[in-house]
């Protein structure tokens, strides 16, 4: 009887370790601004309407810590960038350029701008999906310098902006 009930706290704890791993895939790169970097290690996507146009788009998520629970808590696109203290989003499917916002330093150094869709190069770009490497130089402008691979899946979709 007692096998049984380790096997079974032993299956739920590896079944807990896969939905956490689903939820955020690896990035690996770095982000650097104003004298600040950051090391990212998370990917997510996530995909809602956009706060202007309303019309649906998809965000990448990159972030050096893990926010996963934050952005399952989420009832809002807009709220999927609060709890993002080190790291960027880009905003794709808002033509005819990505959208992209850094952060470092807890929020206290931050930059957005916009950059060619040519940056990201991807290996799959769907509705569940996004990945590849973005490779972003505006230091010689004051911005940032970043180049990270990154896998996302689609961990939440909204209905809210």
């Not at 009930?5 to 704890?13: E, P």
């Not at 916009?114 to 230091?139: F, N, Y």
């Not at 004051?142 to 896998?151: A, I, R, S």
Request: proline share 4%; net charge positive; glycine share 8%.
């Amino acid at each position: 009887m007692e096998w049984k009930i380790g096997l079974r706290a032993a299956t739920g704890i590896a079944l807990l370790a896969a939905a956490t791993a689903v939820g955020a895939q690896t990035a690996k790169g770095t982000v650097a601004q104003s004298g600040k970097s950051a090391t990212m290690k998370h990917a997510w996507l996530v995909v809602g309407p956009d706060r202007i146009s309303k019309e649906t788009i998809r965000r990448v998520i990159l972030s050096a810590d893990d926010i996963g629970a934050k952005i399952a808590a989420c009832k809002t696109m807009s709220c999927t960038t609060s709890g993002l203290g080190n790291g960027m989003t880009v905003d794709l499917d808002v033509p005819p350029r990505l959208l992209y916002w850094v952060v470092l330093n807890d929020q206290r150094v931050q930059f957005s701008g916009t950059e060619v869709p040519a940056a990201l190069k991807t290996t799959a770009s769907d509705a569940k999906r996004v990945a590849g490497r973005l490779a972003i130089d505006k230091t010689s402008s004051g911005g940032p310098k970043l180049d990270v691979e990154f896998d996302a899946p689609v961990v939440k979709t909204f209905t809210a902006p």
